[in-house]
């Protein structure tokens, strides 16, 4: 059994007993089982430079910090899925389940497989308030409260009262009793092998917020109020009165009968608590890195995509992500779980349903039959909540295993807050947390890009999570615009190996432009950046290589605009020297020092010269870009097109064309900055701007863009080496 902490600096209720245990000693020693390292334990207490008072990565035994509400119940179902003999105890804040994602999660009870999976056991700790208010399940009719999780699917027991002994005693029955109701739903389904969906047992634990703490401070009330919240009482270095009463209180607990002259624990309660790996913090599963096996990881070279020419074939690029984790699924059938909102299918990672399905232990109809792809033991997970799906992954991560999530590039701001604090908990672990072992990386595939948003229009036209991820600590997160499909698998396969990363592909599911073979694909993906050769023409066979321009391109859309706008420039202007760069990892653009991945001067000057004007293709917002190569020379020559907010309801070249990422602009910008163009080029600028008119007439009439774009493949005959 793992217990998560759900309510607002819950950390004692997890600290105090691991301490107790011993556990705490073992892992610090200074913080030794006797009045001296008692005392240091105490100090470190969310004190500066020490330990916070939410249940951070420091604390044993934790998967859960805590500290942002709402995420116990999906994390708590998380590392129960596929842990057969786990149960996770999840104390859950009445304010906590005011949150939305909280309020999704109570769901989780119906994706769990009673044969398969471990079990959650619910505890909502209805003391009644938050900071400073009531909170709404607490004054809600005992009758509404048990109707609203009756109809949630479970059974509610009811634990209320205020007498401590009494308390103990009761909850110690129910807690029993719901464990003993776990084992027998879990006993039915082993032996049985009938599969149906239990209604699992949870507690209503109603007791005084701030209980046994001081009833009154300065005659306003504290225990079973708001006021308890945090610190009951403050003032110890200049009020006498609050600091002799913090004594009183304390001295309440009898600690001379709990322990000994030297302050260790009295051997007769040392021995209530489990021994080794049964103890709360030193549980395997709460340091899921002991646990974690590496994947059977087929070789995704054959999956790829073959090719004649750079640029002539079509392909929807995530389509190869899925025949790759159908595989991976087939081998891993007990450590791998695909999760996203509602979109496997229309992701184009439909695939994976020929090894497993759904779960789904709600109700199936015949209908669902031939094409539902629902089943009791399905390992790809579906449910309309961004939330609780990237609770359930990021535990089922942090106990040890592996998995990927993706979603709609525009909602997946929708969990923002997730991702910052999954990364903050990495970046913790991995600085601070040498005890704590490497866990698999959170995987999260972007796709149904803004770009292609043909029918869906501009709520779903938002790249800004790509600016999210690059505030993150640089230890711990990475970005990745495979431009293709066999750049997207060895990106794939780069990512499902790795560990202790954020790890945030974008990839997008619709038909694309084939660029690499896999043998170009993986050393590209490698190196992360590089010159296409074959798209460019300054290479003369005999140094020194000047070129008149760059044209640089991030994300599998902008770089077939790049393309294309590089294409009618070497046709316009054959004495042009144009070097086209492509970039899938983005962080290669950060200066070398900021980012491990960061380029140095040298290499980036050696790809983009020192002064060259370059035409930066971008996937997201073009300020980003400058933002990550504000130390790179001559900024003023590096020209930034990206996502501006310019879209509606848009065929993809228009919605291009409206943001200035089209091939047509890229020319019109690439005449504007080189100075041997300018006015020389004025016939084929204006060519471009008729081609814009042209374009965007056409989508206005027929609904979409010409044959010519649609079909536009790359022009170059040589073959692939
Ligand atoms: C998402 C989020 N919003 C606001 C806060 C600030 N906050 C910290 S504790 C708390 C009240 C929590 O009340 P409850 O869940 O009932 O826990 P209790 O302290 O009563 O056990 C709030 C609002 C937070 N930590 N996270
Ligand atoms: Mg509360």
């Not at 306003?220 to 002799?244: A, C, I, T, Y």
């Not at 909540?385 to 942090?398: D, I, K, P, R, V």
């Not at 959170?442 to 938002?462: A, E, K, P």
């Not at 600590?473 to 066999?486: C, T």
Request: charged share 25%; aromatic share 10%.
């Amino acid at each position: 059994m793992i217990f998560v902490a759900g309510p607002g600096h819950g950390a004692p209720g997890v600290l105090g007993p691991v301490y107790l245990e011993g556990t705490y000693s073992e892992i610090y020693p200074d913080k030794s089982e006797d009045a001296e390292g008692m005392q240091r334990f105490f100090k470190q207490f969310s004190f500066p430079g020490y330990i916070g008072s939410h249940v951070t990565p420091e604390t044993p035994g934790s998967v859960h910090e805590g500290g942002e509400l709402g995420y116990s119940v999906s994390h708590a179902y998380g590392a129960v899925l596929d842990n057969p003999d786990l149960i996770v105890t999840c104390v859950v804040g009445d304010g906590e389940a005011e949150t939305g994602p909280l309020a999704t999660a109570w769901h989780s009870n119906k994706f769990i497989n009673p044969a398969r999976d471990g079990a959650v056991l619910p505890i909502l700790n209805l003391n009644g308030y938050k900071i400073a208010n009531p909170t709404i399940l607490a004054r809600i009719s005992h009758e509404e409260l048990e109707y609203l999780f009756r109809g949630y699917g479970y059974t509610p027991y009811f634990v209320e009262g205020k007498d401590p002994m009494e308390m103990h005693q009761r909850m110690a029955t129910i807690m029993e009793e719901c464990v003993l109701k776990i084992k027998e739903i879990q006993r039915e389904a082993r032996v049985s092998g009938k599969i149906e969906r239990p209604r699992w047992p949870m507690i209503v634990l109603r007791t005084p917020k701030g209980w046994t703490g001081p009833a009154e401070v300065d005659g306003k009330k504290v225990e079973d109020f708001w006021r308890s919240h945090q610190v009951p009482m403050g003032g110890m270095h200049d009020n006498p009165d609050h600091l002799s009463r913090l004594g009183d209180w304390m001295r309440s607990y009898k600690p001379e009968e709990l322990f000994d002259q030297n302050g260790t624990l009295i051997p007769e309660l040392k021995a209530l608590a489990p021994v080794g790996n049964r103890r709360m913090g030193t549980n395997p599963h709460a340091n899921g890195g002991l646990l974690r096996k590496a994947l059977k990881m087929p070789d995704f070279r054959d999956y790829a995509i073959q090719m004649e020419q750079h640029g002539t074939e079509e392909f929807q690029n995530t389509k190869v992500l899925g025949l790759l984790m159908r595989d991976i699924m087939r081998d891993n059938p007990n450590n791998f779980r695909l999760m996203g909102p509602d979109e496997t299918a229309s992701n184009r990672l439909q695939d994976v349903y020929q090894v497993t399905k759904k779960v789904w232990m709600a109700d199936i109809y015949p209908e669902d039959e031939g094409g539902t792809e629902l089943s009791r033991d399905g390992r790809v997970m579906e449910m309309l909540s961004e939330h609780t799906l990237q609770g359930w992954l990021e535990a089922y991560l942090l106990t040890g295993r592996h998995g990927l999530f993706h979603t709609y590039e525009a909602f997946a701001h929708v969990v923002d807050s997730m991702f910052n604090q999954h990364a903050k908990w990495l970046d913790i672990c991995r600085h601070h947390v040498p005890w704590r072992r490497s866990v698999s990386s959170l995987n999260i595939l972007l796709s149904s890009l803004v770009w292609r948003q043909d029918h869906n229009g501009f709520s779903h036209q938002d790249p800004g999570y790509i600016d999210l991820v690059t505030n993150k600590n640089p230890d711990v997160v990475r970005l990745y615009f495979p431009p293709d499909a066999n750049c997207l698998l060895s990106v794939a396969d780069h990512c499902f190996r790795s560990v202790d990363y954020i790890n945030v592909i974008i990839s997008d599911k619709q038909n694309h432009l084939q660029y690499l073979p896999m043998d170009e694909a993986v050393a590209h993906c490698t190196k992360g950046i590089g010159i296409w050769g074959w798209a460019s023409n300054d290479d003369c066979g005999v140094e020194p290589d000047e070129p008149d321009v760059i044209m640089a391109s991030c994300g599998d859309i902008p770089t077939m605009e790049s393309l294309a706008a590089t294409a009618i420039l070497r046709a316009e202007f054959p004495e042009l020297k144009v070097r086209f760069v492509n970039v899938v990892d983005l962080f290669k653009l950060v200066s070398e020092g900021e980012h491990p991945h960061g380029l140095s001067d040298w290499d980036f000057n050696s790809l983009f010269t020192p002064d060259k004007p370059i035409i930066f293709n971008f996937h997201g917002y073009p300020w980003l870009i400058h933002k990550l190569i504000y130390r790179r020379s001559k900024q003023e020559r590096i020209h930034v097109r990206g996502y501006k907010e310019e879209g509606n309801i848009n065929t993809p070249l228009e919605l291009a064309i409206n943001n200035q990422v089209d091939r047509f602009n890229l020319v019109i910008d690439v005449i504007n900055r080189v100075p041997k163009l300018g006015s020389a080029a004025a016939h084929v600028k204006e060519r471009m701007k008729n081609k814009i008119i042209e374009c965007l007439a056409y989508a206005h009439e027929h609904g979409r863009d010409q044959d010519e774009i649609v079909h536009w493949k790359c022009p170059y005959t040589d073959p692939c080496d």
